[in-house]
């Protein structure tokens, strides 16, 4: 789980997005409590208002502070739900209100997909027996 600092800079944002190969980062002063989560899009919308000046302002500036969270016991499927009707691609997950993961729509697909995969393998097999 990556986490940036708000006072970091968007540039510095920009290398650990590359450096990770991911969409967003949790904004976090010690790495626990959720300030807020900044993403590819905001960089980009960003930038397309500012240009290149953005580069040099803090994370803090561009970042989303009303973050929506999973709980850790949460179902899957519910979380699916709550990305899709917030139309978010990544939800961070706390545990007694600290950060404990960060899922992406790409997780939940993953997920669905080995779902569908291990229910038409039980049903081949069964068909087949």
Do not use: C, F
């Amino acid at each position: 789980m990556v986490t940036i600092a708000g006072q970091a800079t968007v540039a510095e944002l920009v290398e650990l997005l590359a450096q990770h190969n991911i969409g967003a980062v949790v904004v976090s002063a010690d790495g626990r409590a959720i300030d807020g989560i900044v993403t590819e899009r905001d960089v980009v919308r960003w930038l397309a208002r500012d240009g290149a000046d953005v580069l040099s302002q803090p994370v803090s500036a561009i970042m989303t502070t009303k973050v929506v969270t999973a709980d850790l016991d949460q179902k899957l499927e519910d979380a699916a739900h709550t990305m899709t009707y917030s139309r978010i691609r990544h939800l961070p997950v706390v545990e007694n209100g600290t950060l404990a993961a960060i899922i992406s729509i790409g997780d939940v697909v993953k997920y669905r997909i080995d779902q569908l995969t291990d229910e038409r393998n039980h049903l081949l097999e069964y068909l087949h027996n």
